[in-house]
């Protein structure tokens, strides 16, 4: 009997690249990007800044990195960052914002991680030589930890546009901008217009094996150039990635329905499940937070259980797990997903009702 294939359900960053990729990759034009000599990186930063309406565009090696040069490009030492909670930039960057940008974070607490102008006004810094200023406020959409959800763009105009009365930049951490893009049936320039700077992945759901892009003024990207070199992000032949990522960005965003289709279902499978809590309704892209506090096991204990059978997911708290689907996971790996899940939880569950 042929063994089930793994069903990776951990990050739309385990995606694979595909055969063209891999072809491109093997077959890009390279030169030595810290000389700026690289053609094919050049074609995709170019590419990326005509996508997106901007001057100009940056290849980095990871969305940390990216957001990182932003926040250092856009600040002053001692500055504070206006963010969401459960933001990556406040929560899974290595507190580089502080350690390396010399910059403080000020956390907001926003239901489904969505900040609002009348959230942020409240903890713009006063103008008082004694106190840490405001110096930038970050966005993030789709928002990881909140479960992928999605900026309205009229939420982000109004932040922008009221940010920038008082002189404060606006970052968007868009690691999935695309996703947020496709669920409004827009486009990621029209979303992000107002935004200083942009950050977004190629390595997640578009499909490259690696890299991001930081997009914005001719002036900022001359400055993200410094950063990203000091921060041991200068490359060379880095069109052999650059190839790959250009395939991604025009190939990636047409495909990414699938997967929030596929986040649905997995979804709704799991809100059947007993032991499970799912909010069907706040599903907007390809994340899935899924409550398994009444399956009687933790996180960790059900991720082990779950790759018992070949299905991978990690735990976020010991009481919640996070699921993403992405393309090298489709409609038939969900529904086998889905009957691993049942069986692993539901003796579990008949056992905690018996007590």
Not at 84 to 113: L, Q
């Amino acid at each position: 009997m042929e063994e089930q294939a793994i069903i990776d359900l951990r990050s739309d960053t385990v995606t694979k690249p595909s055969p063209e990729m891999r072809r491109a990759m093997a077959e890009a034009e390279v030169g030595d990007d810290v000389y700026m000599e690289d053609p094919t990186v050049n074609r995709l930063q170019e590419r990326a800044a005509e996508i997106f309406g901007r001057e100009a565009a940056l290849f980095v090696p990871s969305g940390s990195m990216g957001n990182l040069v932003c926040i250092k490009s856009l600040t002053h030492h001692g500055n504070e960052v206006i963010c969401e909670e459960r933001g990556h930039i406040f929560n899974y960057e290595m507190g580089s914002m502080s350690a390396i940008a010399g910059t403080v974070p000020r956390p907001i607490y926003a239901e489904d991680g969505i900040l609002t102008w009348e959230m942020v006004k409240k903890q713009i810094r006063p103008k008082i030589y004694y106190r840490a200023q405001t110096g930038l406020i970050s966005l993030e959409s789709t928002h990881n930890m909140a479960g992928g959800t999605v900026y309205a763009p009229q939420v982000i105009d109004e932040i922008c546009d009221n940010a920038h009365a008082l002189g404060i930049p606006v970052h968007m951490d868009g690691a999935r901008i695309f996703n947020a893009a496709v669920y409004l049936n827009s486009d990621a320039r029209t979303l992000t217009a107002k935004c200083d700077t942009v950050q977004f992945c190629l390595s997640k759901g578009l499909g490259a094996p690696i890299g991001s892009m930081v997009t914005g003024s001719r002036e900022f990207v001359e400055k993200a150039r410094v950063y990203r070199k000091m921060f041991g992000g200068g490359m060379r032949q880095v069109g052999v990635l650059a190839a790959a990522g250009l395939i991604a960005l025009e190939k990636g965003p047409q495909r990414l329905i699938e997967d929030h289709r596929n986040a649905r279902r997995l979804a709704e499978g799991l809100a059947q499940i007993p032991g499970i809590k799912v909010n069907v309704a706040k599903v907007q892209t390809n994340i899935v937070i899924l409550d398994i506090a009444d399956t009687g096991m933790t996180s960790s204990e059900l991720s082990a259980r779950l790759k018992e059978h070949r299905v991978l997911a990690n735990g976020v708290t010991p009481d919640t797990m996070r699921m993403v689907t992405h393309l090298d996971v489709n409609a038939e790996m969900i529904e086998q997903a889905l009957e691993v899940v049942a069986r692993v939880v539901r003796p579990k569950t008949v056992g905690c009702r018996a007590r």
